[in-house]
Nanobody, 117 residues
C-alpha cells in the first residue's frame, strides 16, 4: 500500500508562482514514475508532468517552459514548481505514482490551485 500526501496549493494572482510537494510512503518500488495531474471543473483529468526515477521528464504542452517537475528519491517526494501561472491553470492538482511490474498506481487526495486574473 502506498500513501501520497500533497501540500502547497493555494490562491495566487496571474503571473505568480506556487510549489507543490507530494510525499509518498509505504511500499515504493524503484523504477516508479511519479507525476502531477490536474482536473478543472467540468473537464477531464489531464497529465501535467511526469518524472521517472532516473529523472526523465515529460510535460504537457500547456505548461512547458513554466512548470518544472523534480523529485528526491531519498525522500520519495515529488515537486512541481509552477511559475507564470495563468487563470487557466486553476484546477485540483493530484499527485500520482505508477509502480513497476504492474504493481499498481496510487493517487493523492488533491490540492486546489486557484489563479486569479
Amino acid at each position: 500500500q502506498v500513501q501520497l500526501v500533497e501540500s502547497g496549493g493555494g490562491l495566487v494572482q496571474a503571473g505568480g508562482s506556487l510549489r507543490l510537494s507530494c510525499a509518498a510512503s509505504g511500499s515504493i518500488s524503484s523504477g516508479n514514475v511519479m507525476g502531477w495531474y490536474r482536473q478543472a471543473p467540468g473537464k477531464q483529468r489531464e497529465a501535467v508532468a511526469t518524472i521517472r526515477s532516473v529523472g526523465t521528464t515529460n510535460y504537457a504542452d500547456s505548461v512547458k517552459g513554466r512548470f518544472t517537475i523534480s523529485r528526491d528519491n531519498a525522500k520519495n517526494t515529488v515537486y512541481l514548481q509552477m511559475n507564470s501561472l495563468k487563470p487557466e491553470d486553476t484546477a485540483v492538482y493530484y499527485c500520482n505514482v505508477v509502480l513497476p511490474w504492474g504493481l499498481g498506481q496510487y493517487w493523492g487526495q488533491g490540492t486546489q490551485v486557484t489563479v486569479s486574473s
